[in-house]
């Protein structure tokens, strides 16, 4: 069975509590620069932002992102964690995923659109149709 998106749901920690919330990871080959990250909420619903694979990618080793997503290696001596930090006008929140978990949605990601040729699979012609349509 082949599939052009990659799915992975996890559980994570929201700003240092011990109970963890449910996420999910997205990507989908139509959309190749771009991964959508979902968190369930306690009322079922699922809240989502769309950020840059290459955010993921650079936060895997170092400090990524100037806006209102960033990923961080962790600062404390937890070297397995990576800090997602995301920044609205409507409230601060930190996510603590595991490494591990992070390659290997990425790894899943590059058998779809391999990193540094996601604008191969980018169709130009139908986002200009998409925004010109509105």
């Known amino acids: 069975m082949h599939t052009d998106a990659v799915h992975q749901t996890q ?3 929201l ?9 999910r990871l997205s ?14 909420t306690e009322r079922g619903r699922w809240i989502e932002w769309t ?13 990524a992102g100037l806006g209102d997503v960033r990923v961080r290696p962790d600062l404390s001596e937890d070297e397995a964690m990576l800090t997602l930090e995301i920044e609205s006008p409507d409230g601060y929140a930190s996510f603590e995923l595991e490494r591990e978990d992070i390659q290997t949605f990425l790894d899943s990601s590059y058998e779809l659109v391999p990193l ?19």
């Open 15 to 23: 700003n240092e509590s011990t109970t963890p919330v449910l996420s």
């Open 11 to 13: 559980f994570v920690l």
């Open 116 to 134: 540094g040729e996601e604008s191969e699979s980018f169709d130009v012609d139908a986002l200009i149709e998409e925004i010109s349509n509105v």
């Open 27 to 40: 990507y989908h080959a139509a959309e190749p620069f771009a991964v959508t990250v979902a968190f369930r």
């Open 51 to 63: 950020f840059a694979r290459d955010l993921l990618v650079t936060g895997l080793g170092e400090p």
